[in-house]
């Protein structure tokens, strides 16, 4: 069923110290989470929808910072920056060229997709919540409505999210302790983007008229991907390794969703799904298995025959069968991590991973 060890991030998680040194600021920010007119994000600062190129004149002399690679090596996180003295991060989605091609690179017409409270910030939400407020206080002011909670088992902790309304609020089980405004998800599936039911044997989210399909052929559209889903942080076309694909991503929602790209296909509608990507905080589950992302892996290899391991990106995926097709296996990957207590979970699940 595979080797001993995931390749995974280290156990236990190193501590956030990329901040360090920096003090914060004092001034009580606003959060505009669209329960009053305006954009979502930090009022008079950064906004869903701005260009890196707007947020770095916003923020002035308070510089990016971005988390160092191994040994010196490019950033794990290249579309996230931080600014420590606002206690901030912003995220980044890549914006294409003039062909639909994305080049993975952060430059500054790339535009804010999801902004995160750090640590310290001493601002509060347009309805009143701050760091450290009870859990409860979310729910009297946002209720649960379009709501999908998010366990403590996966990476980022446990979460309160509102995918509809970009919001999601990060929390220990009683106090709040980061918030997150993101590009709003409109789509049909329910209950929410975040949650929605998959099918790990027949490679799908969703079922029935909001079926998410993923196929080597006959997938679902990536034109009705977006019907479902609603808009993605991301689409565009690019080159892994010898294959030109195309994909949309919703970062805040967790899913990537990657299509192949045929020779005189110019638009991502005209392309079908050949792979779905879930990671935090995507929070659906199996129906049949129950099993989801922050599974152990224990719970993955009782359930499936395993295939071997691949390496994409230098992460290891795990192949386990979980369908047959005429004489050939259906196979899905897991990527896992360590949590603190140093048992390996489900970090990443690609549906129609390749078996071979």
Not at 88 to 100: C, I, T
Not at 133 to 139: I, R
Not at 314 to 334: N, S
């Amino acid at each position: 069923m595979g080797g001993s060890s995931s390749g995974g991030l280290s156990c236990p998680l190193p501590p956030f110290t990329l901040c360090n040194g920096t003090a914060a600021e004092s001034t009580a920010r606003t959060i505009n989470t669209n329960s009053t007119n305006g954009a979502l994000g930090i009022t008079g600062l950064v906004t869903v929808g701005m260009t890196r190129a707007q947020v770095k004149t916003a923020f002035g002399a308070d510089p990016e910072q971005l988390i160092p690679g191994d040994g010196g090596g490019p950033s794990p996180f290249p579309m996230r920056v931080f600014y420590c003295a606002k206690r901030l991060s912003v995220s980044y989605a890549d914006r294409p060229n003039g062909q639909g091609v994305l080049d993975g690179l952060l430059t500054d017409d790339d535009v804010v997709a999801r902004i995160v409270t750090l640590d310290g910030f001493a601002g509060a939400t347009d309805t009143g919540i701050a760091h450290n407020d009870p859990l409860a206080e979310v729910e009297t002011a946002h209720g649960t409505t379009g709501r999908a909670q998010v366990p403590s088992t996966l990476l980022g902790g446990s979460q309160d999210l509102y995918p509809s309304r970009g919001l999601a609020f990060g929390h220990d089980g009683s106090n709040v302790k980061f918030m997150v405004v993101h590009n709003a998800y409109a789509g049909t599936v329910t209950p929410t983007v975040a949650n929605v039911g998959m099918s790990l044997a027949n490679l799908r989210l969703s079922s029935g008229a909001t079926e998410i399909k993923a196929a080597a052929s006959g997938g679902t559209n990536f034109a009705a991907v977006k019907m479902r889903l609603g808009t993605p942080d991301t689409e565009g076309f690019a080159t892994v390794g010898s294959n030109d694909i195309a994909y949309l991503s919703y970062g805040s929602a967790g899913i990537r969703v990657v299509g192949l790209k045929d020779s005189g296909v110019t638009m991502v509608d005209q392309v079908n799904t050949f792979q779905v990507y879930l990671t935090p905080p995507f929070a659906g589950f199996d129906g049949a298995t129950t099993l989801s992302l922050g599974a152990p892996r224990a719970e993955f290899e009782a359930a499936f025959s395993g295939m071997g391991s691949s390496n994409v990106e230098g992460a290891t995926f795990y192949r386990y069968r979980v369908a047959t097709q005429g004489i050939l296996p259906v196979c899905i990957g897991v990527a896992y991590t360590q949590d603190e207590a140093c048992v390996e979970r489900a970090a990443v699940i690609s549906l129609n991973f390749l078996c071979f």
